[in-house]
């Protein structure tokens, strides 16, 4: 498998969408699952 460079812009990017991820989504989809019957 062949390395593929990415830019410090695109690995900010991820690193944001990551704490999104976790911070936002991950609670919201917690407490959907919680709810369900």
Do not use: N, Y
């Amino acid at each position: 498998m062949q390395a593929i460079p990415m830019t410090l812009r695109g690995a900010e990017k991820l690193r944001e969408e990551l704490d999104f991820l976790k911070s936002v989504r991950r609670p919201e989809i917690i407490a959907a699952i919680a709810d369900a019957p």
